[in-house]
């Protein structure tokens, strides 16, 4: 079964995006705060992380950086409100994210995403 | 002073009396005693005890007569002849010996006065008592001015009418005092009790809180993913309300926690899910707990009541909430305004036009955000409305969406508007003319050059710089040489640079003031005319 870290701080979004994954057959690990999804990153070995930009204690580029350190080719997906923080999005793209999915989003349309990384 | 008796009344009398005139009654008498043996002896004869003051009769005789009152006589060993009686301590008995002794001896009978068992003159005797006097070791009794009075109420203890058990209690300002800090320890206490049962309370908001909002995640979830919408229109309130735990059903709090988890879910989610957790939260009749909020007496649950309906497009409530957008309460006549404007379905703008108090900047950034999407929604927002409102901030805050919202079909209303509009109003105009380059409206931007006011006139040559031709370059270098201020000399000159920059050398360069002559050297110079 293919890991999912999921790194939000919202937890009605991360439980939304668990259950809607867990459909999808993904086992799923959730964390709030950027030093949890470091400590994630470098304990479990997932297939794809869903990472917020804006979250507590590191910045979502710290947490990309961190995570291509460990993994060049993890799939990393981008779930953020591009209003909120435009320049740190456009610095994710730079540092070679595989896609972005902007608040408000679908979770299906997630789902799908996800899929096509995964399969990919 | 009701409850005193007579001799309390006295005593206290007689205190202050004391208080008031001992130390200059002690100095007289000491005066009157230097100037007066005779007095002194007067004073010896009142019997008053003084300390350390006695006295012996002394007889010189070489017989003892047999009288019963010379038993207390006796001869003094060293020097026959001499008799000498028992000390005596109160000159009057001394006094009364003397009388017994008879005749013959009396003549040569003395009283000796003994100062601590050591005989002494009558000088010394008299700076004895003065120091006495005076250092109020001993007050002496003269008749008829009270001294003996004050006697009295020096000798005897003070003892009150009413015995009250705590002593403490018998003076008026320790109770005031006890009171004020019983008082004072009382409120504290009710106080920090307050605190407590406040801060426990919100503790145990904030704990069922997050129960709540844990309880609500898979019940939602699986609403939203596991039905489609259509299938949860047919879904009765009970048959939704079974996902959720029963026990909650009725509680105030529980149903906090859904709508705002809803309202978060609403914004963070797009599709059909937003119809899904609108159709949730009417089935759950958790408007009707939004429209309960609306009578409250707390402005923040009322703006909160708002949000909701604001956020679930409650449609049918904008009759409510229109009475609030006139409300004295910023918050709520916000948050009123932007839902009504959001739910009222209203193009005319009519809520807004109606605004008695100002716009702040914040409230026009909400209402604009709203009338933009308004826009995007394809529907035909009547701004214009807003030129004609009393309220000089909806006027202007009119031409600002304009500007941003690019409307220029409406830039022919704002040339008809300028002429009659304030100073604030013209400077906002100005700046969608400048935006547009509506070259139209130059002949009233022309006139706005010759104006005393800064700010217009910097705004007015700001658009010159856009949509100027040669008659404004012409007004300019005519203008320019009764310019004083800083700022409108740096626009003008920036602006007519723009315009022709031929020009500004060919008229400027030899102007006779240096002012001008050093900003045009500055603005012409490649490396400083951006700094």
């Given at each position: 079964m293919k890991n999912i870290l999921v790194i939000e701080d919202d937890k009605l979004i991360s439980s939304l995006v668990q259950f809607r994954l867990k459909k999808e057959g993904y086992s799923v690990t959730m964390v709030e705060d950027g030093i949890s999804g470091m400590d994630a990153i470098d304990t479990q070995e997932a297939d794809l992380i869903i990472t917020d930009v804006m979250i507590p204690y590191k910045n979502g580029i710290e947490i990309i950086n961190h995570a291509r350190k460990v993994n060049p080719k993890i799939p990393i997906i981008v779930l953020s409100s591009l209003g909120e923080e435009e320049s740190t999005v456009m610095e994710a793209f730079n540092l070679g994210v595989s896609d972005f999915v902007p608040k408000p989003f679908n979770p299906n349309e997630l789902a799908v995403r996800v899929r096509r990384l995964i399969n990919n | 002073m009701t409850g005193f008796t007579k001799r309390q009344k006295l005593f206290a009398f007689l205190f202050l009396h004391q208080l008031l005139f001992s130390l200059p009654f002690g100095i007289s008498q000491a005066q009157v005693l230097h100037q007066d043996w005779v007095q002194v002896d007067s004073l010896l004869l009142t019997g008053q005890d003084i300390p350390g003051l006695e006295f012996v009769i002394v007889a010189d005789s070489l017989f003892l007569p047999a009288d019963s009152t010379i038993v207390r006589f006796h001869k003094d060993i060293a020097q026959p002849g001499r008799w000498y009686s028992d000390t005596l301590g109160s000159y009057v008995e001394a006094k009364a010996l003397e009388q017994h002794i008879p005749n013959e001896m009396r003549d040569r009978a003395s009283i000796v006065y003994i100062l601590f068992k050591k005989e002494s003159n009558p000088e010394a005797l008299l700076e004895y008592l003065d120091n006495l006097i005076r250092n109020e070791l001993f007050a002496p009794s003269v008749a008829g001015d009270g001294g003996e009075l004050m006697l009295l109420a020096n000798r005897t203890a003070f003892k009150p009418f009413y015995q009250i058990r705590?002593?403490?209690?018998?003076d008026l300002k320790m109770i005031v005092l006890l009171f004020s800090l019983i008082l004072f320890f009382l409120a504290s206490v009710f106080l920090v009790g307050f605190m407590f049962f406040v801060r426990s309370k919100k503790r145990r908001t904030e704990v069922m809180t997050q129960r709540f909002k844990s309880l609500c995640y898979e019940p939602l979830s699986n609403l939203l993913f596991e039905y489609e919408l259509d299938e949860l229109k047919d879904f009765s309130a009970q048959k939704i309300w079974e996902f959720f735990p029963n026990a909650q059903a009725d509680n105030h709090l529980f149903k906090d926690v859904m709508i705002q988890e809803i309202i978060s879910l609403n914004k963070n989610m797009k599709g059909d899910f937003k119809s899904k957790l609108k159709l949730i939260y009417r089935k759950l009749n958790l408007v009707a707990h939004s429209f309960k909020?609306?009578?409250?007496?707390q402005w923040d649950i009322v703006t909160t009541g708002l949000v909701e309906i604001n956020e679930m497009d409650v449609l049918e409530a904008a009759p409510i909430v229109q009475k609030f957008?006139?409300?004295?309460?910023f918050h709520i006549r916000s948050q009123a305004v932007a839902t009504y404007l959001n739910i009222s379905n209203d193009m005319t703008l009519q809520v807004l036009v109606h605004q008695t108090f100002p716009l702040s900047r914040w409230q026009q950034m909400t209402y604009f955000r709203i009338i933009r999407f308004l826009t995007n929604q394809g529907t035909k927002v009547q701004?214009?409305?807003?030129?004609?409102?009393?309220n000089e901030s909806v006027r202007i805050f009119g031409y600002r969406i304009v500007r941003y919202l690019g409307l220029v079909d409406r830039l022919e209303i704002l040339k008809e508007k300028y002429p009659n509009a304030s100073r604030d109003e013209k400077i906002e105009i100005l700046k969608c003319f400048d935006v547009f380059s509506f070259t139209d409206a130059i002949e009233h931007v022309h006139q706005d050059?010759?104006?005393?006011?800064k700010d217009l006139y910097v705004a007015a040559v700001k658009v010159l710089q856009n949509i100027g031709t040669v008659i404004s370059q012409t007004i300019l270098i005519e203008r320019i040489e009764h310019l004083v201020d800083f700022d409108c000399l740096k626009a003008t000159l920036e602006a007519l640079k723009a315009m022709n920059p031929v020009l500004v050398e060919k008229e400027l360069?030899?102007?006779?003031k240096e002012e001008i002559r050093q900003m045009l050297a500055h603005l012409q110079d490649p490396i400083l005319c951006d700094v």
């Open positions: - | 705590l002593r403490i209690l018998s909020k609306l009578e409250s007496s957008t006139h409300h004295e309460n701004v214009e409305r807003l030129f004609d409102s009393y050059i010759y104006t005393e006011d360069e030899s102007s006779l």
